[in-house]
């Protein structure tokens, strides 16, 4: 995620199978014009967003190609993820919610 001028929005997409293999790995170009990369958390800088041309339609038309009403996601906090896609989906099992920080919400 980086920050545009309408907030948080996506920056890169991956995707693991259950075995740990990359599944899909996209760079995406906000729509917005971006105001800081947050680097330091997501790793997406200016050079690597230069000649990206993928936009969110984009991934959302590719994943709905691999990602069923049937297929279950499993992740960290999904909510933002699927949030941050512009996406809803019904069959989540989300690791925050099973294993919470033992601090309060992290």
Same mark, same amino acid.
């Given at each position: 995620m980086?920050?545009?001028r309408k907030g948080s929005?996506?920056?890169?997409?991956? *995707?693991?199978? %259950?075995?740990?293999?990359?599944?899909?790995?996209?760079?995406?170009?906000?729509?917005? %014009? *971006? *105001?800081?990369?947050?680097?330091?958390?997501?790793? *997406?800088?200016?050079?690597?967003?230069e000649n990206v041309t993928v936009r969110i339609e984009d991934v959302q038309r590719e994943l709905l190609e691999f990602i069923f009403s049937d297929t279950i996601l499993v992740g960290h906090s999904l909510e933002n993820d699927l949030l941050a896609?512009?996406?809803?989906?019904?069959?989540?099992?989300?690791?925050?919610?099973?294993?919470?920080h033992p601090h309060g919400k992290q």
């Open positions: 980086c920050y545009t929005e996506l920056a890169r997409i991956t *995707i693991l199978d %259950e075995f740990e293999n990359l599944v899909y790995d996209k760079l995406v170009l906000p729509a917005e %014009e *971006i *105001i800081d990369y947050n680097t330091e958390f997501s790793g *997406i800088t200016s050079e690597l967003l896609l512009k996406m809803c989906h019904e069959l989540v099992i989300d690791t925050s919610i099973l294993f919470p």
